[in-house]
């Protein structure tokens, strides 16, 4: 059975950084495509950062080069750092390898 366990949301000032963990169990992060999504506060759900086999990644036009994926086999845990957070960014943030989904992670960008 998968589980995923998100954790390091907050509230940020925009310009600030989180860096978002999603510990897994029941798979391995690293022979696993791992997706992190968003769900804004209008309900709207997109994906955000996936991260392949052989390390390639991949990122919404939005977050390009101000989110990085990245995942480690020791901890089984992927992780999405988040640098110069909008207003735009705020949503509970999910990580998933489908059909699992973790219970997702707050993250509330204001001033």
């Known amino acids: 059975q998968v589980q995923l366990v998100e954790s390091g949301g907050g509230l940020v000032q925009p310009g600030g950084s989180l860096r978002l963990s999603c510990v897994a169990s029941g798979l391995s992060v690293m022979n696993s495509t791992m997706w992190w999504y968003r769900q804004t506060p209008e309900n709207a759900r997109e994906w955000v950062a996936?991260?392949?086999?052989?390390?390639?990644?991949n990122y919404v036009d939005s977050v390009k080069g101000r989110f990085t994926i990245s995942r480690d086999g020791a901890r089984n845990t992927v992780y999405l750092q988040m640098n110069d957070l909008k207003p735009g960014d705020t949503a509970v943030y999910s990580c998933t390898h489908q059909p699992s989904w973790g219970q997702g992670t707050q993250v509330t960008v204001s001033s």
């Open positions: 996936l991260i392949m086999t052989a390390d390639v990644t």
